[in-house]
């Protein structure tokens, strides 16, 4: 069964600071990856997602993310972080043709002012 | 305004009672989910449904059921089986069904809390 790796729980930066999310999967053939927030209060949201194609994708608010098939990662990328940022990210990962969505367990992000 | 409504935000129930959790997306979306969101545990999918009349177990669907009568509905019933219902419960649809799911569209969320 496909799995998803968000090895960093809990990461606190200080604005202006540079951020990097960890997302790992764990299936070698076709994938589909998302990166979604839920900022306090709001619905959970599509940040980004990769289906095929330049690996490096930008997504909302300056967001980033680079498929590395060799290293099944989809690491989120962010080169200055604000306050606003403050918020919960999933990783997700889809096999593909297939219907189900895999969530990674989540990164809490808290950008102190 | 088109989204994803769930009802209710709160919910309470007293162990051994069934309870049903409602969600209704007016996107015209084929494909339909329900997750479980637990502390640390991220997101776990309890049952999907590609189209209507027809619906998968997901990862932890004991203790669980679904039912799809119509496009816009997907309603959740937490049974008196499942051993742990506390939790944050979100819905959400996807444009989608027949191939790989696309960007998935997340209602609000229901907290239910068993006493």
């Known amino acids: 069964a496909q799995s998803v790796s968000q090895h960093n729980h809990h990461v606190i930066l200080s604005e202006a600071a540079s951020l990097e999310l960890g997302c790992n999967y764990s299936?070698?053939?076709?994938?589909?990856l998302f990166w979604y927030v839920q900022y306090p209060g709001q619905h959970l949201q599509l940040l980004l997602k990769?289906?095929?194609?330049?690996?490096l994708v930008k997504g909302i608010k300056g967001f980033e993310a680079e498929f590395i098939k060799s290293k099944f990662s989809f690491n989120l990328r962010k080169p200055s972080v604000q306050w606003s940022d403050t918020a919960e990210y999933f990783c997700?990962?889809?096999?593909?043709?297939?219907?189900?969505?895999?969530f990674g367990t989540g990164t809490k992000l808290q950008v102190i002012p | 305004d088109g989204g994803i409504t769930q009802s209710p935000k709160y919910l309470f129930r007293k162990e051994g009672q069934n309870v049903t959790l409602s969600c209704e997306q007016n996107?015209?979306?084929?494909?339909m989910y329900w997750y479980r969101q637990d502390p640390g545990q991220g997101l776990r999918l309890i049952y999907y449904?590609?189209?209507?009349?027809?619906?998968q177990k997901g990862d932890i669907a004991e203790g669980y059921s679904v039912s799809r009568e119509k496009k816009e509905s997907f309603p959740l019933t937490v049974t008196s089986a499942q051993k742990n219902p506390t939790a944050f419960y979100l819905c959400?649809?996807?444009?989608?069904?027949?191939?790989?799911?696309?960007?998935?569209?997340f209602g609000p969320g229901t907290r239910l809390t068993v006493l």
């Open positions: 959400a649809s996807s444009p989608q069904g027949g191939a790989s799911p696309d960007t998935q569209y």
């Open positions: 299936y070698g053939g076709t994938v589909n």
């Open positions: 990769y289906f095929s194609g330049d690996p």
């Open positions: 997700a990962v889809v096999i593909g043709g297939y219907q189900k969505v895999t």
């Open positions: 996107l015209n979306h084929d494909a």
């Open positions: 449904s590609q189209i209507v009349n027809d619906f």
